[in-house]
């Protein structure tokens, strides 16, 4: 419910709508509590709105704000190095330095190119892995998200579990009005973390099969952990058959360590695809992969292009992410115990309060639902997510000054502290008891 909280968010969102669709720039910036919001600022781990009001921030712009809102080192990289200029229509020396320094940290950033975001960056994987091997359809899963696309803007959501139709056969329900018809016949959808089930698909369709591509975390939906052997599974089908291997680490890169899933879980992948966390909010992505798959691009048989590519601003905000990230060698070990403190405190939380809720994930990056379920193995299960009471309970806790991605998702930055933790496990604890 609208109340004077957020009055003045709620006048802007009145005038935004004259002239915005919908007041926003982006779909998912609607589903804020009680509505879109508009904020004046963000420092640290804290994000303030028009309405005055503060909130300890585990959104994180969505992932990308690793080392919290504002951070000195970014800016400063950001403003000394666009006092050279803005972009040149050609190369600079900062944008090797960053291609060096990825292919230092990234098993598999043989080679690399940069893009604007994460969802360009996707098609180009698809475009490499279609040319190299002559084959046109990629294999994707249920629920996994890979930009907004039309040839991945199906599957991702459903209104039930009878519209996505069987295991073995799925209906691949459509996110958006408008997809292209053709779109669908690019690519085949199973459910996720079924190795035996993805064995006898890609035996059946190899011939067809260009690439598969998996998030190596599912973090858009209940980040679901691959089942142990999943990962490794897709890599030798993909061995065997002659397929390119994608990771989208649009999530996972530099969240969950600084060579990404694909380090964390040992899996190397021909391809893989880095956004969100790599440069602190502003935008540049990258397609890294094995020099065998890249050629195509070096070459030219593939054609990769940008205006706005690797501009100065963006390159500099990446290389001092990453130099913040990496000054501190406990980094990485910190956010996972502070996500996994968060975690636990949450699941405490919701014994005390005798709350079936669901705590699923990482530390880095978690989902919290509401389900009878022990554990969330697909995107199948996530169907079994109370959404009323996770809306309330989200809702609840934005009206107490802490923000959560509205479907539940948590991210943990490398600057949130111990208290602010447990001040976040005070609040759910009440937030739990009230619904
Ligand atoms: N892949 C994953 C796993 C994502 O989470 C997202 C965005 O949330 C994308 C791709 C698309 O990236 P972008 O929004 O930068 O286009």
């Known amino acids: ?134 084959k046109p359809k990629f294999l994707r899963f249920e629920g996994h998200y890979h930009g907004w696309l039309d040839n991945v803007a199906w599957g991702i959501s459903a209104p039930s579990i009878d519209a996505l139709g069987s295991r073995e056969h799925p209906q691949a329900y459509p996110w958006s009005g408008g997809l292209s018809a053709y779109s669908r016949e690019e690519f085949m959808i199973l459910p996720w973390n079924d190795i035996e089930l993805v064995r006898r698909t890609v035996a059946e369709h190899c011939g067809e099969l260009a690439a598969i591509i998996t998030e190596p975390v599912m973090c858009n939906n209940g980040c679901i952990v691959p089942q142990p052997g999943f990962l490794e599974g897709l890599r030798e089908l993909c061995d065997t058959y002659g397929i390119a291997l994608i990771f989208d680490e649009v999530i996972t890169g530099f969240r969950l360590g600084l060579g990404g899933a694909q380090q964390y879980f040992g899996v190397t992948p021909d391809l893989s695809i880095f956004a969100k966390a790599i440069a602190s909010g502003y935008p540049i992505s990258a397609i890294v992969g094995k020099r065998e798959w890249m050629e195509e691009i070096e070459t030219a048989r593939v054609i990769h292009a940008g205006t706005m590519n690797a501009s100065n601003a963006t390159v500099a905000a990446a290389l001092a992410t990453i130099d913040v990230l990496e000054q501190d060698p406990d980094t990485y070990a910190r956010m ?79 600057i949130h502290t111990d208290e602010e933790i447990e001040q976040a496990v005070a609040v759910a604890t009440e937030v739990l008891k009230s619904l």
């Open 1 to 134: 419910m609208a109340t004077n909280r957020y009055q003045e968010s709620a006048r802007l969102l009145g005038r935004a709508k004259q002239v915005l669709a919908s007041g926003v720039s982006s779909e998912f910036r609607k589903y804020n509590h009680p509505h879109a919001i508009f904020y004046t600022h963000g420092q640290g781990s804290r994000i303030y709105d028009v309405d005055g009001n503060e909130y300890l921030d585990f959104t994180l712009s969505q992932g990308p704000l690793i080392v919290g809102h504002s951070h000195p080192a970014v800016l400063a990289a950001i403003q000394e190095y666009s006092t050279q200029g803005q972009l040149f229509a050609g190369q600079h020396l900062k944008e090797i330095e960053l291609a060096e320094k990825l292919h230092q940290l990234i098993p598999s950033a043989e080679l690399m190119r940069f893009c604007l975001d994460g969802s360009e960056a996707v098609q180009t994987a698809f475009r490499v892995a279609r040319a190299k091997t002559g």
């Open 336 to 414: 996972f115990r502070l996500g996994r403190k968060l975690m636990q405190g949450l699941r405490e939380a919701a014994d005390k309060t005798g709350q079936s809720l669901l705590v699923q994930g990482m530390g880095p990056m978690f989902n919290t639902s509401f389900t009878p379920l022990q554990q969330i193995r697909d995107y199948r299960d996530t169907l079994s997510n109370d959404k009323a009471k996770l809306n309330a309970f989200i809702a609840g806790l934005h009206d107490r000054g802490i923000r959560v991605i509205g479907r539940g998702l948590w991210y943990i930055s490398a």
